[in-house]
């Protein structure tokens, strides 16, 4: 249960840290750019230590799913991004495939 919790905090520091990265604006804006860097350093301290407990391609699935579908709620309602119809199939396409590893796989540990 400790490395799922290592890998739920991984990917909330890698949204913070990306939401962040919006806000860098080509590195002209040190506030946000050193959020980016403080926020990627502790996702992946999070996630190497997730690595002891799960299988890399379950937790990379896993971070990646879950990141999309965040970051895009975010892009969605923070920075008034649009999503067409194919993005959000996609987007549910990626949960229900973090959804059939998380149910059904063998290799989730």
């Known amino acids: 249960m400790t ?3 290592y890998l ?6 890698e949204v913070i840290a990306t939401s962040a990265l919006k806000q860098v604006e080509g590195l002209s804006r040190p506030l946000p ?8 350093v502790i996702a992946f301290s999070l996630m190497s230590m997730s690595l002891r407990t ?8 896993v971070w990646s799913g879950v990141g999309i579908v965040a970051i895009s709620i975010i892009g969605l309602f923070a920075f008034g991004q649009k999503l067409d119809l194919p993005a959000l199939l996609g987007i549910a396409l990626i949960v229900a495939g973090v959804g059939v ?3 059904f796989s063998k290799s989730n540990a």
């Open 3 to 5: 490395g799922w919790l």
């Open 54 to 61: 799960i299988p890399i391609g379950v937790a990379y699935a």
């Open 33 to 40: 750019l050193v959020a980016t860097v403080i926020g990627y």
């Open 8 to 13: 739920l905090g991984a990917i909330v520091a």
């Open 101 to 103: 590893i998380q149910l």
